[in-house]
């Protein structure tokens, strides 16, 4: 089975920059996904790593480590429409259907 | 918008009935999945379809059930419906049954009383 544990929820201040973090237990891992759902809303794709290393997109940049079955989700520059629930998933075992953590809830406060 | 459109929006029904929920994915996906979210469980796998045939099945409940028509759309029945099933329900596409990018529907809320 695949085991993902991210925290359940997370402050920052409007402006400044925080991190999430994923933990990931599987075999066969082929990639790592992450996507914001604000409230009520759907999902929508941020990143997709598939390689060791750090990519960058605009305010967003999402890591990986493979061997320490660890990755983390940079927000810079935070804004209020930040709020919102980051969802770490897993493709793994040569299966596409990605397998979804909990969730961490963003709050930013002014 | 992801292109992706779901119906109903939300959906009240008591225990024991049976209901549909609609989903049409982007023009030109031929792979459509549905998802259960819920507070306690967060966002879990049910079913795949990709171009008229299951592709994979994840935890969903026998009483659960889904198809791909020939315009590709996709309905999931729900019956004998429980308490317990209240939760987003959740229609995503993607162009091929390997494509890592799926396009999530807006969700249909079902509320079971």
């Known amino acids: 089975g695949q085991n993902i544990d991210q925290p359940t929820e997370m402050t920052a201040t409007e402006g400044a920059i925080v991190q999430i973090n994923c933990t990931y237990q599987?075999?066969?891992?082929?990639?790592l996904f992450w996507y914001q759902q604000h409230a009520g809303e759907a999902p929508t794709f941020l990143s997709y790593?598939?390689?060791?290393g750090l990519e960058e997109k605009g305010r967003f940049s999402s890591f990986l480590s493979r061997s320490k079955g660890y990755s983390y989700l940079l927000l810079k520059e935070l804004q209020m429409k930040d709020s919102a629930s980051y969802l770490c998933?897993?493709?793994?075992?040569?299966?596409?259907?990605?397998?979804f953590g909990r969730g961490t809830s963003l709050i930013v406060h002014p | 918008d992801s292109g992706v459109t779901q119906t109903p929006k939300h959906l009240i029904t008591a225990t024991g009935q049976r209901v549909t929920l609609r989903c049409s994915p982007r023009?030109?996906?031929?792979?459509v999945y549905w998802y259960q979210q819920s507070l306690d469980q967060g966002l879990q796998f049910l079913i795949q379809?990709?171009?008229?045939?299951?592709?994979a099945k994840g935890n969903i409940l026998e009483r659960f059930s889904a198809q791909q028509f020939p315009d590709l759309h996709s309905e999931l029945n729900l019956s004998s419906l429980e308490l317990g099933d209240s939760a987003l329900y959740f229609c995503?596409?993607?162009?091929?049954?390997?494509?890592?990018?799926?396009?999530f529907g807006p969700g249909t809320r079902l509320t079971v009383t």
């Open positions: 995503a596409s993607s162009v091929e049954t390997d494509a890592y990018e799926q396009y």
């Open positions: 599987t075999s066969g891992f082929n990639g």
């Open positions: 790593n598939v390689l060791d």
């Open positions: 998933a897993v493709h793994s075992g040569g299966s596409y259907i990605p397998t």
């Open positions: 023009s030109g996906d031929l792979s």
């Open positions: 379809y990709y171009n008229g045939e299951e592709r």
